[in-house]
């Protein structure tokens, strides 16, 4: 079993940058994919980036957003720059065996932590 503690969401200006932390418990972490979702308002969970070894996104973030992970401490960060009010979501991490991108590949998950851009 894994269990995933989000944190660092919270109110920021249009442009501006965040940093979200996940830290998980148990002894295999770096075994893990990790993963960053978010779901808006009346929308599905979106994708929106992933790591094991190396690191994936989606095209929406893609040159903005950074994801990294420190398997000495258990967590992984998903630094966002630029941003927009579009990116106004419950941000979740996620643990599962292999990269991807669909949510359903993914085991374990955070409880969420929201993130709000104001234009």
């Known amino acids: 079993q894994v269990q995933l503690v989000d944190s660092g969401g919270g109110l920021v200006q249009a442009g501006g940058s965040l940093r979200l932390s996940c830290t998980a418990s148990?002894?295999?972490?770096?075994?893990?994919?990790m993963g960053w979702f978010r779901q808006a308002p009346g929308k599905e969970r979106e994708f929106v980036a992933t790591?094991?070894?190396?690191?994936y996104y989606s095209d929406s973030v893609k040159g903005r957003f950074t994801i990294s992970r420190d398997n000495s401490k258990n967590t992984v960060y998903l630094q966002m720059n630029s941003r927009k009010p579009e990116d106004t979501a419950v941000y979740y991490c996620?643990?599962?065996?292999?990269?991807?991108?669909?949510?359903?590949?993914?085991?374990?998950w955070g409880q969420g932590t929201q993130v709000t851009v104001s234009s």
């Open positions: 148990g002894r295999t972490f770096s075994s893990y994919a």
């Open positions: 790591i094991k070894w190396s690191a």
């Open positions: 996620a643990a599962g065996g292999g990269v991807g991108t669909d949510p359903k590949r993914y085991d374990y």
